[in-house]
């Protein structure tokens, strides 16, 4: 069997993801403990009923930005098939 080969930049990457790792699990706990389970006051739009507009309009341009990449991902593909056909056709 061939021998695993680790390069400087591979244990250097390696060791960076584990502190981001942990990093981040401690930020996590920390949130944790910061949450107390006393009975909370409704924020300004749920007092209101305003989240449900917040939550259609995010998902709304959420749609959109994600309508908009589908589009630009078919004309780059209609534009490389095209490319492809017109360096075929000068060979």
Do not use: H
């Not at 959420?62 to 098939?81: C, P, Q, T, Y």
């Amino acid at each position: 069997m061939g021998k695993l080969f680790f390069s400087e930049k591979n244990t250097i990457f390696i060791l960076t993801m584990k502190k981001m790792l942990v990093t981040l699990c401690s930020f996590l706990t920390i949130e944790m403990w910061a949450q107390t389970p006393a009975a909370k006051s409704p924020d300004f739009f749920e007092s209101t009923g305003k989240i449900y507009v917040v939550v259609g309009v995010l998902a709304m341009i959420l749609l959109g930005i994600i309508a908009f990449l589908v589009s630009l991902e078919r004309k780059a593909n209609r534009l490389e098939k095209m490319s492809d056909w017109a360096e075929q056709e000068n060979d």
